[in-house]
């Protein structure tokens, strides 16, 4: 089974622990490392391979959910600014990479993808120490879903 369906497997089935929340189009999830704080995806769900893949309306809803995440990671830390980044070249089902950026980024990668970090060597997700973090973006959202009815 391809990553991105076991994930989404997972999640429905209430075994992924870095499930945010159920979004419109799929599940906001917490990165399986936080070498940026807060880093997130956005898992379609049902999985699809690509953008292309989903009608007009299920693209916008989608879209639409990876700015909300945006949003809430933006409220629920001290980012100064969002990244987004569909690729789905070594993982070929849509997914969005949302990466929180920080002024105290190492000068030689606050400028520069977050791919330029050491992936190998960061702090893997945990509860224990993201968990904080992973309930105040579910409340942001939360409330901007409770606003938005």
Known sequence: MALITERVALARNGGNDKVICRMPS??????????LPGYCLLLPDPVVASLN?????????YLQDMARIGDAVLQATDALRMNYEILGNS??????????????EPDDKRRMPAW???????????????GALRKKIAAVLAEHQAAAK
């Open 26 to 35: 799929g599940w906001a999830v917490m990165g399986d490392v936080q070498f």
């Open 116 to 130: 330029f970090y050491d992936w190998k060597s960061a702090v893997p997700y945990a509860e224990e120490v993201h």
């Open 53 to 61: 893949d989903l009608d007009a309306e299920a693209r916008a809803v």
């Open 91 to 104: 993982e070929p089902e849509l997914h969005c990479h949302i990466f929180p950026r920080y002024a105290n």
